[in-house]
């Protein structure tokens, strides 16, 4: 089992000591953003940069996958939570860390039972759409933020447009003036110089000059007192009608977790060259979570973005996290008076740089490039987690991921072999429109296992292969079994109304390169019977077809072409696709 703080040596202590003050500079001022985005109080931000931290660092089987609450995960907080509880209050605040424990303890079964494939149905389009969704709302919160504008920040994408616009004539001056320039710092700080915290550069700035001017005396909103002090060991008591309410979005929460997480892992560990567990990621997760949750805090995933900051400073190991959470504990016991006075508009500003890339329009721009179908599924997610909120938004990205693989299930490549007259060349090449791939035999190839989606689509399209070579040209069909790796009970009751047809016409059926492994569950569905199994398709072919005539196998060995001056036959179906081999 890997040590904690793999990767760590006396060569690299130090620069990763100066990363984990780099990871203090960024996570303090977005963690505190993102609370305010979730709807709680400052502290439950930077109570998640400790034990949840320290806890996760420890455990995780990544060497640089930074785990926080990000956006998306604030954002899904504040929608789920939000019909449950006023936010800001302490009901509000319980109900947040029980998700979070829910969300831990889902993480924990997906690592103890292996279930970390289930997010693979989050494809890429469904996360652009559905992380884009939640980014939209979220700026329009930072937007009303940055101009002085109060909306309801627990409210739905269109109450909170209509707020923002109607109240447009309340905006205020100063806030408007704060935010221009956090927001031009950020943006040309991050171009020109983009080893420099700008998120902290611009709270102090932005702090120094309302302390200055006496700005919050104007209208400007600041953050006000954050208690001092570390985070307390507690535990949520809600009732058991308000757990169960949780548990939707404390799925959707890990989903998206565990598409993201587990992704970023994976890519970093590879650039990076070591190994990773994804089931040890998973439980560092839930501990990270179940942590959270018990420490006033709420839930917590995978920062994309400080996971990238930490790789440009070198970091190579979990040290710096270590670093952040003894820094986070050092300013809550020492420095919460420095917070007070941080401006809302500087905070909403920070935010609302940090989300811009999330909004996906770069990825929705690729996708209707690349894939119009896929550009839809990601559409239709943003649009319903926009509209209608993020528990419908992700049930839908469930059943969008389900159409998206029924769709590309039950169309197959299925490929009638061409003949080759090459005796040591093997018989995978497609064969042209209504050909056979010997005299009376056709070789059909099926590339996927045969199940409820594709058994139907399968067995019409090789009656149309046989009956497109002409009447009375097919005694014999072989089924290249090669891909089939698995049947169910719709497929073989598709494959035995095939079978029936197959003798109805006279035609024989016979299989080849059959797997091992798929050999039992074939015959025990009725797949197999009693048809004749060939190693190869060329001993099907050899043991199947007629023997050729003398002149052509004169032909053969002077190396002449042969020639087929049987006419040509009807059109071949559309269902036998071309191959790739």
């Not at 891909?483 to 299989?511: K, N, P, S």
Request: aromatic residues 6%.
């Amino acid at each position: 089992m890997q040590k904690p703080l793999a990767g760590l040596t006396r060569r690299n202590i130090g620069r990763e000591l100066l990363a984990g003050v780099t990871l203090i500079a960024i996570a303090i001022p977005l963690n505190i953003g993102y609370a305010q985005i979730a709807g709680l109080p400052a502290t439950a931000g930077l109570y998640a940069l400790i034990v949840p931290t320290v806890l996760y660092a420890l455990v995780v089987s990544s060497r640089q996958v930074v785990a926080s609450p990000d956006a998306a995960a604030a954002a899904l907080v504040a929608s789920s939570v939000g019909g449950l509880a006023v936010a800001g209050s302490a009901d509000y605040a319980m109900l947040a860390m029980a998700q979070a424990i829910i969300s831990g303890v889902l993480f924990v079964l997906l690592a103890v039972f292996k279930l970390g494939f289930l997010a693979n149905f989050l494809s890429k389009p469904i996360l652009v759409g559905f992380v884009g969704g939640l980014a939209l709302g979220i700026l329009v919160s930072q937007v009303a933020k940055m101009l002085g504008v109060r909306i309801d920040s627990g409210g739905e994408f269109v109450e909170k447009s209509v707020q923002l616009v109607t109240g447009l004539s309340t905006t205020n001056g100063w806030s408007v003036l704060i935010s221009v320039v956090s927001v031009a710092v950020l943006l040309l700080g991050r171009r020109w110089l983009p080893a420099v915290p700008w998120a902290l550069v611009v709270l102090v700035l932005a702090t120094m000059a309302v302390v200055v001017t006496g700005a919050d005396q104007a209208g400007v909103d600041v953050l006000g007192e954050v208690p001092a002090g570390p985070p307390a060991l507690t535990w949520p008591v809600i009732s058991w009608t308000e757990w169960l309410a949780l548990v939707p979005s404390a799925i959707a929460l890990t989903m998206v977790t565990v598409a993201e997480g587990l992704l970023v892992a994976r890519s970093y560990a590879e650039k990076r060259r070591y190994p990773t567990s994804p089931d040890r990621d998973l439980l560092a997760f839930g501990v990270a979570n179940i942590a959270a949750g018990a420490s006033a805090s709420f839930a917590v995933g995978s920062s994309t973005s400080r996971t990238a900051a930490m790789d440009q400073a070198g970091s190579r190991t979990q040290l710096p996290s270590l670093v952040m959470a003894a820094g986070t504990l050092l300013l809550l016991l020492f420095g919460t008076a420095l917070l007070a006075d941080i401006p809302s508009p500087a905070i909403g500003a920070i935010v609302a740089v940090a989300i811009l890339p999330l909004l996906g329009i770069g990825e929705l721009r690729a996708l209707w490039r690349l894939d119009r179908f896929e550009f839809w599924i990601a559409a239709t997610c943003f649009l319903v987690t926009l509209l209608i909120g993020s528990i419908p938004g992700i049930l839908v990205a469930f059943v969008l991921a389900l159409i998206n693989l029924a769709k590309r299930a039950s169309t197959p490549a299925i490929d009638v072999l061409a003949r080759n007259d090459n005796p040591a060349a093997s018989l995978l090449d497609e064969a042209g429109p209504g050909e056979t791939t010997a005299p009376g035999v056709v070789v059909v190839r099926m590339a996927a296992p045969l199940f409820f989606a594709n058994g139907t689509v399968f067995a019409e399209s090789v009656k149309r292969a046989v009956t497109g070579a002409g009447d009375g040209e097919v005694h014999h069909v072989v089924i290249d079994m090669e891909a089939v790796t698995d049947v169910d009970v719709t497929a073989a009751e598709a494959f035995e109304g095939l079978r029936t047809w197959l003798a109805q016409h006279d035609i024989a059926l016979a299989f080849s390169r059959v797997r091992s492994g798929a050999i039992p569950r074939l015959r025990r569905f009725g797949i197999l019977g009693d048809a004749p199994v060939y190693p190869t398709n060329r001993e099907a072919v050899a043991a199947l077809a007629p023997p050729p005539h003398w002149l052509d196998r004169v032909r053969t060995r002077l190396g002449f072409e042969r020639h087929d001056d049987r006419p040509a036959s009807p059109k071949r179906p559309d269902n036998i696709a071309r191959s790739s081999n």
